[in-house]
């Protein structure tokens, strides 16, 4: 009996127990790691820096494996840059910056950019370089300000580019002379690690990579890895076109417009309204914009000009003077080295001109409205058509409005013939003999 019970306890061990120690002692298999990849394309300002701020904290709240930042960039403002470039070296997360696609570059700003991921790669079609130091404002810098600017650039993407064991001599080049490279000058070179045609082959080069973060070590491990897209919200959308200058320009013309045609006709509230979140919205374009403060001032003067002829009739001087102050002001307000942070030619003299054909309409209105005879009031009355009650001999009385006025004429006006009222005084009416009646009378 007992040795039939042994015999039953051995069976159970041997099937229930055994099978979970062979489960426990198998090796496992890890689950694929995450890579999420986001994609910029545009200047480099402080929207960039913000975008690049969150996805990476997105990245490092998901654990993910990897960030995969696709770039393609003419350049941008510095302080942006370094701040992106600060993101990346305190970053846990691998970040591994892909200048993409075909005919993308990375250039100026994005040359310190891609030199401080902790992986950077090129597809084909694509160039980076011309990374020299632009003077933003619309001056030029003196010889020895632009060395000193020059000199500290060298020394930040030189100490980038040795952090990472890529090529510093082309990155000197790349500050001092501007030189640009295409993608497999910039692989032979040692300026980047891969080039890779697609995402897919890029995760493929770089898999057993090993990379240092600032949390230490990391072993690249994206052969299969699952990739997740962090698509561009809308609101960095719409901060993205705020910072395109042709639209911060276009903004603050329809903001100045509304709060005018608000000034000249109290109580619209549209227009205001319009106009004032316009010139907010243009205010904040010019945060992440390089502005000529002179440029600025000659706008404001044209625009001066513009309101001052509503009020003086110059016979047009004003307007030429306002509009020649508006053009010039608008050529320099963004006319900073960079191409892309000016204001195009072909955006200046449309708006200009629509916003001098706006100051000129308002004028003739308001030329209009002075002109025009009243119709409240006393004077309202002179120049209407009065009906003798009684005969005129001088003094008399006659009918206006369905009123009974006492009236003066300066000649005799039967009763039931129509007199013109020539002016008022007080209660009382002076007269003058009907216009058809006198063509009458000169006439016989």
Not at 46 to 72: C, G, I, M, R, W
Not at 133 to 153: C, I, R, S, T
Request: overall charge negative; glycine content about 8%.
């Amino acid at each position: 009996m007992i040795h039939t019970l042994l015999h039953g306890c051995r069976i159970t061990f041997l099937v229930t127990v055994l099978p979970l120690l062979a489960v426990g002692i198998s090796p496992t298999v890890a689950a694929a790691e995450t890579v999420k990849v986001a994609t910029y394309e545009g200047v480099i300002n402080p929207v960039t820096a913000e975008y690049f701020e969150s996805v990476l904290e997105e990245a490092v709240e998901s654990n993910a494996h990897l960030l995969v930042f696709q770039l393609d960039t003419p350049g941008g403002l510095d302080t942006s840059m370094r701040l992106i470039i600060k993101e990346i070296n305190a970053s846990p997360v691998p970040v591994v910056v892909f200048v993409f696609p075909n005919g993308g570059r990375a250039a100026s700003a994005g040359v310190f950019i891609t030199m401080a991921a902790h992986v950077a790669a090129m597809s084909p079609g694509t160039n980076i370089g011309a990374a020299h130091p632009v003077a933003m404002g619309g001056g030029e810098m003196d010889k020895v300000m632009m060395a000193k600017v020059e000199n500290d650039a060298v020394a930040y993407i030189k100490s980038i580019a040795e952090k990472h064991g890529r090529n510093a001599k082309w990155a000197e080049d790349a500050v001092r002379k501007s030189v640009s490279v295409t993608e497999k000058e910039a692989l032979e070179l040692g300026v980047i690690d891969f080039v890779a045609a697609d995402l897919n082959e890029l995760l493929a080069a770089i898999d057993g990579r090993e990379v240092e973060t600032a949390t230490g070590k990391v072993v690249l491990k994206t052969k299969d890895a699952h990739i997740q897209h962090i698509p561009m919200t809308w609101r960095f959308e719409f901060l993205k076109v705020l910072s395109d200058p042709n639209i911060a320009y276009i903004l603050m013309t329809i903001g100045t417009i509304g709060i005018i045609a608000e000034l000249y006709s109290p109580g619209m509230i549209l227009p205001g309204v319009v106009g004032a979140v316009s010139l907010i919205l243009a205010f904040y374009s010019f945060q992440t914009l390089p502005i000529n403060y002179a440029g600025l001032l000659l706008m404001m003067l044209g625009v001066v000009l513009l309101i001052l002829e509503m009020q003086m009739f110059s016979y047009g001087l004003l307007s030429i003077g306002g509009i020649a102050a508006m053009t010039l002001g608008s050529v320099m307000l963004m006319s900073g080295g960079a191409e892309f942070q000016q204001v195009s030619l072909s955006v200046i003299f449309p708006v200009v001109l629509v916003f001098a054909g706006f100051i000129m309409l308002i004028t003739g209105l308001a030329v209009k409205s002075f002109r025009r005879r009243p119709v409240t009031g006393a004077e309202a009355l002179v120049g209407m058509t009065a009906l003798a009650k009684t005969d005129l001999n001088l003094e008399g009385w006659v009918w206006l409005n369905g009123e009974r006025w006492q009236a003066t004429s300066d000649v005799p006006i039967q009763a039931g013939q129509e007199a013109d009222v020539t002016a008022v005084k007080g209660l009382h009416l002076l007269v003058t003999q009907h216009q058809e009646a006198k063509e009458r009378d000169s006439w016989t």
